[in-house]
């Protein structure tokens, strides 16, 4: 069910991709799947008949290692076996009881003599010991380095070597711990158990030997390694590591190799992932293990597969070229159709003015731009005419409120006037005339939030005169928000509503705070509060529905008689904003009993 749903899908999708994909991809698999089937072939079988050759190498390096090492054990056998032919002197060692000096003395010098002759068998030979059964060491040695006869005789591997059944032996590796100058590196011995006559134990012959010794790497061992990663291991029966090649070609060091496991032949994990070969020696039982990386091996097959993948890439490519130069003329005009309709989709309504050919698609794209030029047509058409009727709209909503307020300010002097006839009712007028010039004479000239706030603290000082100054204005905008530019009529209007409908307790004074601010997006918040009587919390629903309708009333091209009383002052405030700022605008109303009421409105910096 799963597979079925991802086919389908797969399906979907090619389906949705655009025509030219569609013949470029065409191309594409024709040719491109064949050429992938027979490079993966290819590479195949070059990947198998490499490893089959490696392998050969590989068998043919361990069977001559394997040769050089028989012949390395027979001629040490031969040089171990070379004290036996003083079999009286060997008779002799450890019974030294019942010798006086000179005898001892003669003995000593005849086992240095054999010694020596032994070292002079082979020019490697460094070191040559000869251990009587009761622990008595006789040296010999090329070099200035002593042998420690205590610290030998407390060897592991030594110790070992007395309890084995081995006549003929070669240890693993260890370290010089036992010489005078202990000196870093490895080391390898080659010994024989001496027997006497009578067959009991007479002592024990040890040879040290560098490593190196062992098996000389010649210099195309060091190129098959160093290309191929070849590696050879050589322990001893009882799988200790007596040679290592990585250590005597310095990729490690010996005490690296004496670190990670005393001598022991450590087992190599991934199998699958190496060619390994081993082998062993007729003399001496040694183990040769021969390692190739199967990664190496493949270094070439990878090197031919980035060729295969860069012809198949160019060739690619150039079907790719040539498929989209044939697909071009016929996808050419549908492009440009399907553009033009997205600018229409935007507003802009273009016609396609590049020539076009006289076959279907070039039908129907003259077609289109006789479709275009109509519609534009008639959109310009009822646009203008938006335009005028919005134009008509926001100089009516300017002027709505004006006759309102202008009558309740008449009413007021008139009766002052009739009540006294002093210097307060001149001040009443000139009041006014202060307003009537902020109000009208501001037409081809910007309006600023300075200039609304002189408006409505002429507003207010009128009103104080009428109600014996029962209002404080207090003004808090910074003078950089002053400067800027509102539209007319804002703010007045907002305090007339705090005084008409928030003020009923004449004992009392009504405080009026405007508070301006900038938002963090660089934009005008004006905040309108007062102390007055506010209003119930189903007033405030009602007349914030109404708010929210002056979104999609300023578009409206047919206006709606609604009744009065019903907030229609900030309801004008509202559709002002929004026709002139936009809709991101706004105005809004929060208020509760007893807590006065707060309006906020958001404004553009301009």
Same mark, same amino acid.
Request: charged fraction near 25%; aromatic fraction near 8%.
């Given at each position: 069910?799963?597979?079925?749903?991802?086919?389908?899908? +797969?399906?979907? /999708?090619?389906?949705?991709?655009? &025509?030219?994909?569609?013949?470029?991809?065409?191309?594409?698999?024709?040719?491109?799947?064949?050429?992938?089937?027979?490079?993966?072939?290819?590479?195949?079988?070059?990947?198998?008949?490499?490893?089959?050759?490696?392998?050969?190498?590989?068998?043919?390096?361990?069977?001559?290692?394997?040769?050089?090492?028989?012949? &390395?054990?027979?001629?040490?056998?031969?040089?171990?076996?070379?004290? @036996?032919?003083?079999?009286?002197?060997?008779?002799?060692?450890?019974?030294?009881? %019942?010798?006086?000096?000179?005898?001892?003395?003669?003995?000593?010098?005849?086992?240095?003599?054999?010694?020596?002759?032994?070292?002079?068998?082979?020019?490697?030979?460094?070191?040559?010991?000869? $251990?009587?059964?009761?622990?008595?060491?006789?040296?010999?040695?090329?070099?200035? #380095?002593?042998?420690?006869?205590?610290?030998?005789?407390?060897?592991?591997?030594?110790?070992?070597?007395?309890?084995?059944?081995?006549?003929?032996?070669?240890?693993?590796?260890?370290?010089?711990?036992?010489?005078?100058?202990?000196?870093?590196?490895?080391?390898?011995?080659?010994?024989?158990?001496?027997? #006497?006559?009578?067959?009991?134990?007479?002592?024990?012959?040890?040879?040290?030997?560098?490593?190196? +010794?062992?098996?000389?790497?010649?210099?195309?061992?060091?190129?098959?390694?160093?290309?191929?990663?070849?590696?050879?291991?050589?322990?001893?029966?009882?799988?200790?590591?007596?040679?290592?090649?990585?250590?005597?070609?310095? /990729? @490690?060091?010996?005490?690296?190799?004496?670190?990670?496991?005393?001598?022991?032949?450590?087992?190599?994990?991934?199998?699958?992932? /190496?060619?390994?070969?081993?082998?062993?020696?007729?003399?001496?039982?040694?183990?040769?293990?021969?390692?190739?990386?199967?990664?190496?091996? @493949?270094?070439?097959?990878?090197?031919?597969?980035?060729?295969?993948?860069?012809?198949?890439?160019?060739?690619?490519?150039?079907?790719?070229?040539?498929?989209?130069?044939?697909?071009?003329?016929?996808?050419?005009?549908?492009?440009?159709?399907?553009?033009?309709?997205?600018?229409?989709?935007?507003?802009?309504?273009?016609?396609?003015?590049?020539?076009?050919?006289?076959?279907?698609?070039?039908?129907? $794209?003259?077609?289109?731009?006789?479709?275009?030029?109509?519609? /534009?047509?008639?959109?310009?058409?009822?646009?203008?005419?938006?335009?005028?009727?919005?134009?008509?709209?926001?100089?009516?909503?300017? %002027?709505?409120? %004006?006759?309102?307020?202008?009558?309740?300010?008449?009413?007021?002097?008139?009766?002052?006037?009739?009540?006294?006839?002093?210097?307060?009712?001149?001040?009443?007028?000139?009041?006014?005339?202060?307003?009537?010039?902020?109000?009208?004479?501001?037409?081809?000239?910007?309006?600023?939030?300075?200039?609304?706030?002189?408006?409505? +603290?002429?507003?207010?000082?009128?009103?104080?005169?009428?109600?014996?100054?029962? &209002?404080?204005?207090?003004?808090?905008?910074?003078?950089?928000?002053?400067?800027?530019?509102?539209?007319?009529?804002?703010?007045?209007?907002?305090?007339?509503?705090?005084?008409?409908?928030?003020?009923?307790?004449?004992?009392?004074?009504?405080?009026? +705070?405007?508070?301006? &601010?900038?938002?963090?997006?660089?934009?005008?918040?004006?905040?309108?509060?007062?102390?007055?009587?506010?209003?119930?919390?189903?007033?405030?629903?009602?007349?914030?529905?109404?708010?929210?309708?002056?979104?999609?009333?300023?578009?409206?091209?047919?206006?709606?008689?609604?009744?009065?009383?019903?907030?229609?002052?900030?309801?004008?405030?509202?559709?002002?904003?929004?026709?002139?700022?936009?809709?991101?605008?706004?105005?809004?109303?929060?208020?509760?009993?007893?807590?006065?009421?707060?309006?906020?409105?958001?404004?553009?910096?301009?």
């Amino acid at each position: 069910m799963e597979h079925n749903h991802w086919i389908r899908k +797969a399906v979907l /999708r090619i389906k949705n991709m655009r &025509f030219q994909n569609k013949l470029m991809l065409g191309y594409l698999l024709i040719c491109v799947i064949p050429l992938i089937v027979v490079s993966v072939i290819i590479f195949r079988q070059s990947a198998v008949e490499l490893e089959e050759s490696s392998q050969e190498f590989a068998a043919l390096y361990t069977s001559q290692i394997r040769t050089s090492l028989n012949e &390395f054990m027979k001629e040490y056998d031969k040089v171990t076996k070379s004290v @036996l032919i003083d079999g009286e002197l060997i008779y002799k060692l450890g019974d030294e009881r %019942n010798r006086s000096m000179d005898e001892l003395i003669l003995q000593r010098v005849a086992v240095q003599r054999l010694l020596m002759r032994v070292a002079l068998l082979k020019p490697e030979i460094g070191t040559v010991m000869l $251990v009587s059964r009761d622990n008595a060491v006789y040296q010999y040695t090329t070099t200035t #380095n002593v042998v420690n006869e205590n610290a030998l005789l407390s060897q592991n591997w030594f110790k070992r070597l007395r309890s084995s059944d081995e006549t003929f032996f070669i240890t693993g590796l260890h370290d010089r711990s036992y010489y005078d100058d202990q000196g870093e590196g490895a080391m390898v011995t080659v010994g024989r158990v001496l027997l #006497n006559s009578d067959g009991a134990y007479a002592g024990i012959l040890l040879i040290d030997l560098d490593p190196f +010794a062992l098996l000389q790497l010649d210099q195309d061992f060091v190129s098959a390694r160093d290309k191929y990663g070849m590696s050879v291991t050589i322990s001893n029966r009882h799988g200790e590591i007596v040679y290592q090649s990585d250590a005597a070609s310095g /990729r @490690l060091s010996w005490q690296q190799v004496l670190e990670s496991g005393g001598g022991a032949y450590i087992k190599v994990k991934g199998g699958k992932n /190496r060619i390994i070969l081993t082998g062993n020696t007729e003399l001496g039982k040694l183990l040769v293990r021969t390692e190739i990386p199967r990664e190496k091996l @493949l270094a070439k097959i990878n090197q031919i597969q980035g060729v295969t993948l860069i012809v198949i890439l160019a060739s690619c490519l150039i079907i790719a070229l040539m498929s989209f130069g044939l697909s071009y003329t016929i996808t050419r005009p549908i492009k440009a159709l399907r553009k033009s309709m997205k600018q229409a989709e935007l507003g802009q309504y273009l016609p396609i003015e590049k020539k076009q050919a006289n076959d279907e698609i070039g039908s129907l $794209v003259n077609s289109y731009n006789k479709m275009i030029v109509t519609i /534009r047509t008639l959109i310009e058409d009822v646009y203008i005419a938006e335009i005028k009727h919005r134009r008509a709209k926001f100089i009516a909503l300017q %002027n709505q409120i %004006n006759p309102h307020m202008l009558y309740n300010t008449l009413e007021s002097i008139r009766m002052k006037a009739l009540v006294n006839d002093d210097e307060e009712t001149a001040g009443m007028i000139k009041i006014l005339a202060r307003m009537f010039r902020l109000a009208l004479g501001k037409e081809g000239r910007q309006h600023s939030v300075k200039h609304e706030l002189e408006y409505t +603290a002429n507003y207010v000082q009128l009103q104080n005169l009428r109600f014996d100054h029962k &209002f404080l204005l207090d003004i808090r905008i910074p003078e950089d928000i002053q400067q800027c530019s509102i539209i007319p009529l804002v703010f007045q209007p907002i305090v007339e509503n705090s005084i008409n409908h928030g003020f009923e307790d004449y004992s009392q004074t009504m405080n009026i +705070a405007i508070e301006g &601010f900038w938002t963090e997006e660089g934009e005008i918040l004006i905040r309108m509060t007062d102390d007055g009587i506010g209003m119930t919390e189903d007033k405030q629903k009602e007349l914030q529905v109404l708010l929210e309708a002056a979104g999609s009333d300023k578009y409206k091209l047919d206006m709606t008689d609604e009744p009065a009383g019903k907030g229609l002052g900030l309801k004008n405030i509202a559709e002002r904003i929004k026709l002139h700022y936009g809709d991101r605008y706004y105005l809004m109303i929060r208020s509760g009993i007893g807590q006065g009421t707060t309006v906020e409105i958001l404004i553009p910096k301009i």
